[in-house]
């Protein structure tokens, strides 16, 4: 069993930068391929980022890559999501997700319907 808690959300100005933090219990983030998921009112949840079990691969979605960074403390049970440049179009509900995977494997877009824990969300409010 894991359990996410998100936090470091908020309302912002666009340009400006956040970092969101979601950290784990449980003894198994360590085999986590961890993931950033976001939701805007009115549209589908929306891949953003993931990173590999050791922190060594990341992926990102296009609309964030260059501007976002995700990073892991398997040591403190937890991932950042660094947010730079923030746009209007960020705005959403953050939430972060893990999926359990007994191998080592590069990361890559995550699919929502495979994580198997989820966190309840942060809000990130950009405004123009």
């Known amino acids: 069993q894991v359990q996410l808690v998100e936090s470091g959300g908020g309302l912002v100005q666009a340009g400006d930068s956040l970092r969101l933090s979601c950290a784990a219990s449980?003894?198994?983030?360590?085999?986590?391929?961890m993931g950033w998921f976001r939701q805007a009112p009115g549209k589908e949840r929306e891949f953003v980022a993931a990173?590999?079990?050791?922190?060594?691969?990341?992926y990102y979605a296009d609309s964030v890559k260059g501007r976002f960074t995700i990073s892991r403390d398997n040591a403190k049970n937890t991932v950042y999501l660094q947010m730079n440049s923030l746009k209007p179009e960020d705005t959403a509900a953050y939430y972060c997700?893990?999926?359990?995977?007994?191998?080592?494997?590069?990361?890559?877009?995550?699919?929502?319907?495979?994580?198997?824990?989820w966190g309840q969300g942060t809000q990130v409010t950009v405004s123009s």
């Open positions: 990173i590999s079990r050791s922190g060594g691969s990341t």
């Open positions: 997700a893990a999926k359990i995977v007994p191998l080592a494997v590069a990361a890559g877009k995550l699919d929502p319907r495979s994580c198997d824990y």
């Open positions: 449980g003894r198994t983030f360590s085999s986590a391929t």
